[in-house]
């Protein structure tokens, strides 16, 4: 029996089981009935979460609505370079060992979809696994982030948001009275915020209303916490980023999906369309953290974008200040880390929605991250940007981290053996 065969026999019934559950639950609610009791969300808390058992986190996008990003008029194609400059072999620690692995192995093993690297304006490797091709579409996850913070970067500099320092109830009035005032907008992007957030898997835990709340604009003016003081801690929160998404959203009269079409997508020549999910068509809400869904390519593209310090062959695109600014380490950011502190204990650090690595006093790598095994590497000293895509994490981003700060290095050296005129 073929595993398709025995997975929708399981499927099937399942579903129908937790379909029938989630339209008999009824609750006991307060007045004030909490989010988590509302019928469309426990609906996809049951069935949708019964779905991710059986199928690829990468097709996450074809369960929600979304907002259309219409690709450049005249597409940007890399140049092609030197495959060999890419070793066949990487290497991590593994304990207190060294441990070396076929990269091909590495990536067909732990679930890759896609895997490019790039230096300056070549691609040095560009190769698909699993199923996936040049054209397969990605929930890039976490790496939305970024992308989002791009487009902070470039409302601030357009005048639309005034400072970082601003509290966020200057654009969210609805804020005002709930106590969010000491809130900024650095706050929301350094995880800062303070705001509740809890990363479990209950209905009523703050990352999952996150991803499935069909009405995410109420559940962001009306019942949000506050946890803490901000500033105090680093706590990992989606809602910081959607809320960012709101003041985009108000502050350029537009979606972010839109921002990004006119600011980014069309100037630099992105090869494909993309997509930005919502959060149902009714509310029409982005979900800025984690449903832009893009092609592995065009990613590559961003990432090359920021290496270039958010110049575009002449002409700039993302402010040059805001890139820095938003991937070099703080030196005042003493902050203690509620959630991945392991990131923080391996040397790393966060900024604007950016996970970066000091190598020394001038030399640092930064990454946008996501949840799923997705990955926008930008190595500045050498000149490379590594893209990975995926569905499942296979290892634990400080492990690809290594494996991308090698072949990078790797690709570093043997460029300046060639004596490649943009070394000398």
Same mark, same amino acid.
């Given at each position: 029996?073929?595993?398709?065969?025995?997975?929708?026999?399981?499927?099937?019934?399942? =579903?129908?089981?937790?379909?029938?559950?989630?339209?008999?639950?009824?609750?006991?609610?307060?007045?004030?009935?909490?989010?988590? #009791?509302?019928?469309?969300?426990?609906?996809?808390?049951?069935?949708?979460?019964?779905?991710?058992?059986?199928?690829?986190?990468? *097709?996450?996008?074809?369960?929600? $609505?979304?907002?259309?990003?219409?690709?450049?008029?005249?597409?940007?194609?890399?140049? +092609?370079?030197?495959?060999?400059?890419?070793?066949?072999?990487?290497?991590?620690?593994?304990?207190?060992?060294?441990?070396?692995?076929?990269?091909?192995?590495?990536?067909?093993?732990?679930?890759?979809?896609?895997?490019?690297? &790039?230096?300056?304006?070549?691609?040095?490797?560009?190769?698909?696994?699993?199923?996936?091709?040049?054209? !397969?579409?990605?929930?890039?996850?976490?790496?939305?982030?970024?992308?989002?913070?791009?487009?902070?970067?470039?409302?601030?500099?357009?005048?639309?948001?005034? !400072?970082?320092?601003?509290?966020?109830?200057?654009?969210?009035?609805?804020?005002?009275?709930? /106590?969010?005032?000491?809130?900024?907008?650095?706050?929301?992007?350094?995880?800062?915020?303070?705001?509740?957030?809890?990363?479990?898997?209950?209905?009523?835990?703050?990352?999952? =209303?996150?991803?499935?709340?069909?009405?995410?604009?109420?559940?962001?003016?009306?019942?949000?916490? &506050?946890?803490? +003081?901000? $500033?105090?801690?680093?706590?990992?929160?989606?809602?910081?980023?959607?809320?960012?998404?709101?003041?985009?959203?108000?502050?350029?009269? %537009?979606?972010?999906? %839109?921002?990004?079409?006119?600011?980014?997508?069309?100037?630099?020549?992105?090869?494909?369309?993309?997509?930005?999910?919502?959060?149902? *068509?009714?509310?029409?809400?982005?979900? #800025?953290? &984690?449903? =832009?869904?893009?092609?592995?390519?065009?990613?590559?593209?961003?990432?090359?974008?920021?290496?270039?310090?958010?110049?575009?062959?002449?002409? %700039?695109?993302?402010?040059?200040?805001?890139?820095?600014?938003?991937?070099?380490?703080? +030196?005042?950011?003493?902050?203690?880390?509620?959630?991945?502190?392991?990131?923080?204990?391996? $040397? /790393?650090?966060?900024?604007?929605?950016?996970?970066?690595?000091?190598?020394?006093?001038?030399?640092?790598?930064?990454?946008?991250? $996501?949840?799923?095994? %997705?990955?926008?590497?930008?190595?500045?000293?050498?000149?490379?940007?590594?893209?990975?895509?995926? *569905?499942?994490?296979?290892?634990?981003?400080?492990?690809?981290?290594?494996?991308?700060?090698? &072949?990078?290095?790797?690709?570093?050296?043997?460029?300046?053996?060639?004596?490649?005129?943009?070394?000398?």
């Amino acid at each position: 029996m073929s595993s398709a065969v025995r997975r929708n026999r399981i499927d099937r019934p399942l =579903l129908a089981l937790l379909v029938s559950l989630a339209g008999g639950l009824t609750f006991a609610a307060p007045a004030s009935a909490a989010p988590w #009791t509302q019928g469309g969300y426990l609906y996809r808390y049951f069935v949708w979460g019964a779905q991710f058992v059986f199928t690829s986190r990468a *097709d996450d996008y074809k369960r929600y $609505g979304s907002h259309p990003i219409d690709k450049g008029p005249d597409a940007y194609h890399f140049a +092609p370079g030197n495959r060999d400059a890419v070793p066949d072999t990487v290497e991590y620690k593994e304990g207190d060992a060294v441990k070396r692995v076929a990269l091909s192995e590495l990536l067909r093993s732990t679930g890759t979809h896609a895997f490019i690297v &790039i230096r300056d304006n070549q691609v040095l490797y560009e190769d698909y696994f699993n199923g996936y091709a040049r054209d !397969s579409p990605c929930t890039a996850w976490s790496v939305s982030k970024s992308v989002t913070s791009a487009l902070v970067g470039i409302a601030i500099a357009e005048g639309y948001i005034k !400072s970082l320092d601003d509290p966020i109830t200057n654009y969210l009035l609805e804020l005002k009275d709930q /106590g969010f005032g000491a809130i900024t907008v650095r706050n929301l992007l350094t995880m800062g915020s303070g705001i509740q957030y809890r990363i479990g898997f209950f209905p009523w835990d703050e990352f999952v =209303l996150a991803g499935y709340y069909p009405n995410l604009r109420q559940l962001l003016l009306s019942d949000l916490q &506050i946890m803490e +003081p901000p $500033g105090q801690s680093f706590h990992y929160n989606n809602f910081n980023v959607e809320l960012l998404g709101l003041i985009l959203e108000r502050t350029t009269h %537009q979606p972010p999906s %839109q921002y990004l079409q006119e600011k980014i997508w069309k100037p630099i020549g992105m090869e494909y369309p993309a997509t930005w999910s919502i959060d149902s *068509d009714q509310d029409g809400f982005e979900l #800025t953290p &984690i449903l =832009l869904n893009a092609r592995p390519i065009d990613l590559a593209k961003f990432g090359r974008l920021y290496l270039n310090e958010g110049n575009w062959d002449g002409k %700039q695109i993302v402010p040059e200040n805001w890139v820095s600014e938003s991937t070099v380490r703080d +030196p005042n950011d003493h902050r203690p880390w509620e959630t991945f502190s392991r990131w923080q204990d391996n $040397g /790393g650090y966060y900024k604007y929605l950016w996970w970066g690595v000091s190598q020394g006093k001038s030399d640092y790598s930064y990454m946008g991250i $996501g949840t799923y095994g %997705q990955f926008i590497f930008v190595s500045p000293k050498t000149k490379v940007v590594i893209v990975r895509t995926a *569905d499942k994490d296979g290892i634990d981003p400080p492990y690809w981290r290594e494996v991308f700060q090698h &072949i990078a290095d790797h690709v570093d050296e043997n460029y300046r053996r060639a004596g490649s005129p943009n070394d000398r």
